[in-house]
């Protein structure tokens, strides 16, 4: 579990444009399945789109927020919801008590990875519709586990960003640091030296991994940070957020040029 209902994440950069749209909207899956999403797009794009994937309580106001900053510093954004096959497509109904864990996991366990993988691609065409082809991936916590696996050449991302995201198996389900052969998007990720639910062993294992594969990949620490340290209510861990974010802006803008 990552952000509480009223968590929000810190603004360390002054808006560079005003916003053209910040509205929910409902996308289409695969399989016909309807899900929930948010938008936001600068008046100018003037770098990457940014697909942002949530934490696993799904879209909650710190991720539409987070899209909106992005947006202001000239990348649309778009967060998409994982429960719409088991939930419904409107995210911004559900009570507030969907987010606590006994009434969130039968949700949680009814996700494939079949079905990720077609909503993360709705996701992507809607966003690549309207703004730049290229997109990076995005991720906090779950989201941040499954911004790894999305840069697998199949969703032909300019980039993957993870925040926090446990790389290793989970009940049995293979994860980033067994899928690295697949992995091919340059990938940038934050962990929190202080981080009790990520073992350091379990992040060098995945760093190991991916130099093994030939994935390039940047992995920052900061040690005395919690998992959940970008997050603005974290005074205490502002120095460790703020250089986050400028180094995901620098990494935006990388991937920009490199397309």
Same mark, same amino acid.
């Given at each position: 579990?990552?952000y509480d209902p009223d968590a929000?994440?810190?603004?360390?950069?002054?808006?560079?444009?005003?916003?053209?749209?910040?509205?929910?909207?409902?996308?289409?899956?695969?399989?016909?399945t309807g899900f929930g999403a948010?938008?936001?797009?600068?008046?100018?794009?003037?770098?990457?789109?940014?697909?942002?994937?949530?934490?696993?309580?799904?879209?909650?106001?710190?991720?539409?927020?987070?899209?909106?900053?992005?947006?202001?510093?000239?990348?649309?954004?778009?967060?998409?919801?994982?429960?719409?096959?088991?939930?419904?497509?409107?995210?911004?109904?559900?009570p507030a008590e969907f987010g606590?864990?006994?009434?969130?996991?039968?949700?949680?366990?009814?996700?494939?990875?079949?079905?990720?993988?077609?909503?993360?691609?709705?996701?992507?065409?809607?966003?690549?519709?309207?703004?730049?082809?290229?997109?990076?991936?995005?991720?906090?916590?779950?989201?941040?586990?499954?911004?790894?696996?999305?840069?697998?050449?199949?969703?032909?991302?300019?980039?993957?960003?993870?925040?926090?995201?446990?790389?290793?198996?989970?009940?049995?389900?293979?994860?980033?640091?067994?899928?690295?052969?697949?992995?091919?998007?340059?990938?940038?990720?934050?962990?929190?030296?202080?981080?009790?639910?990520?073992?350091?062993?379990? !992040?060098?294992?995945?760093?190991?991994?991916?130099?093994?594969?030939?994935?390039?990949?940047?992995? !920052?620490?900061?040690?005395?940070?919690?998992?959940?340290?970008?997050?603005?209510?974290?005074?205490?861990?502002?120095?460790?957020?703020?250089?986050?974010?400028?180094?995901?802006?620098?990494?935006?803008?990388?991937?920009?040029?490199?397309?």
């Open positions: 579990m990552c929000a994440p810190p603004a360390f950069s002054p808006a560079l444009w005003p916003l053209a749209e910040a509205a929910p909207l409902t996308l289409t899956s695969a399989d016909g948010f938008l936001a797009r600068p008046e100018v794009a003037t770098g990457a789109g940014v697909l942002v994937l949530p934490d696993n309580k799904g879209l909650s106001p710190f991720y539409r927020q987070t899209a909106v900053r992005l947006a202001e510093q000239g990348h649309p954004a778009l967060v998409l919801d994982y429960y719409g096959r088991t939930a419904g497509a409107a995210p911004e109904s559900r606590e864990l006994p009434n969130l996991l039968p949700h949680l366990l009814a996700l494939t990875p079949a079905g990720l993988d077609a909503d993360i691609t709705a996701a992507l065409d809607r966003l690549r519709a309207v703004g730049p082809a290229e997109v990076v991936a995005l991720g906090f916590c779950f989201g941040g586990r499954q911004a790894f696996r999305a840069a697998a050449p199949r969703f032909g991302l300019a980039g993957a960003v993870g925040y926090y995201g446990y790389p290793d198996v989970i009940n049995g389900a293979p994860g980033p640091t067994q899928l690295a052969a697949e992995l091919t998007a340059p990938i940038l990720a934050f962990w929190g030296g202080a981080d009790e639910h990520i073992p350091a062993a379990t !992040v060098e294992a995945f760093d190991a991994a991916l130099t093994s594969s030939g994935c390039p990949h940047s992995f !920052v620490r900061y040690p005395d940070a919690p998992h959940n340290f970008f997050e603005l209510s974290a005074a205490e861990h502002a120095r460790a957020a703020r250089d986050s974010w400028h180094r995901l802006l620098g990494f935006l803008a990388r991937a920009t040029r490199a397309v």
